[in-house]
T-cell receptor, first 118, second 113 residues
């Protein structure tokens, strides 16, 4: 496997279900991200893990719960979702500078999980 | 005002045309500028990555940055039907912020035979 992989690619769930999305990066990066992409809207950053610590949570409802057990793996646990949560969920990774003031690097994305909440 | 403005299109052009895609931005701290291509139902794929002002060319693609006008462009020469996709511009400052990108909404491009 190369790059950033995500499973499952498609998911249909009811509002009372619990499911998890998985992301794995094979790039040796030290930061991982979850995004939500809805039609006609810019990518919405949900969570950021840098050096395995959560550094950002952009007012995301608690029905979304991230987990980052190590620098290569990222999960998004879902429970009691709403129909408006239906979207493409994208995972990305990058190499953040370890020392303050270092130049930034861009992000590489996985193929996404298309989620439909009924 | 949004930090990054991008015309959502759709933009429809004939095969072989030169395509110009653009974004404007308001944050003068942005120093890195990227273009991602996203095919339907797929994740964004990095196409071009530039630092500061100037031009960068890669095959049929040219990225142009004009920091004085806060304006970036992507040109596609000899466009092909396989170029039909949504093109997202993204940008970030030189340092700090944990590599956080600010995206445009994306421009949908269709190249017709």
């Amino acid at each position: 496997e190369t790059g950033v992989t995500q499973t499952p690619r498609h998911l249909v769930m009811g509002m009372t279900n619990k499911k998890s999305l998985k992301c794995e990066q094979h790039l040796g990066h030290n930061a991982m991200y979850w995004y939500k992409q809805s039609a006609k809207k810019p990518l919405e950053l949900m969570f950021v893990y840098s050096l395995e610590e959560r550094v950002e949570n952009n007012s995301v409802p608690s029905r979304f719960s991230p987990e980052c057990p190590n620098s290569s793996h990222l999960f998004l646990h879902l429970h009691t979702l709403q129909p408006e949560d239906s979207a493409l969920y994208l995972c990305a990774s990058s190499q953040v500078p370890v020392e303050a003031g270092g130049p930034q690097e861009t992000q590489y994305f996985g193929p996404g999980t298309r989620l439909l909440v009924l | 005002q949004k930090e990054v403005e991008q015309d959502p299109g759709p933009l429809s052009v004939p095969e072989g045309a030169i395509v110009s895609l653009n974004c404007t931005y308001s944050n003068s701290a942005f120093q890195y500028f990227m273009w991602y291509r996203q095919y339907s139902r797929k994740g964004p794929e990095l196409l071009m990555y530039t630092y500061s002002s100037g031009n960068k060319e890669d095959g049929r693609f040219t990225a142009q940055v004009d920091k004085s006008s806060k304006y970036i462009s992507l040109f596609i020469r000899d466009s092909q039907p396989s170029d039909s996709a949504t093109y997202l511009c993204a940008m970030m400052p030189y340092t700090g912020g944990g590599n956080k990108l600010t995206f445009g909404t994306g421009t949908q491009l269709k190249v017709e035979l």
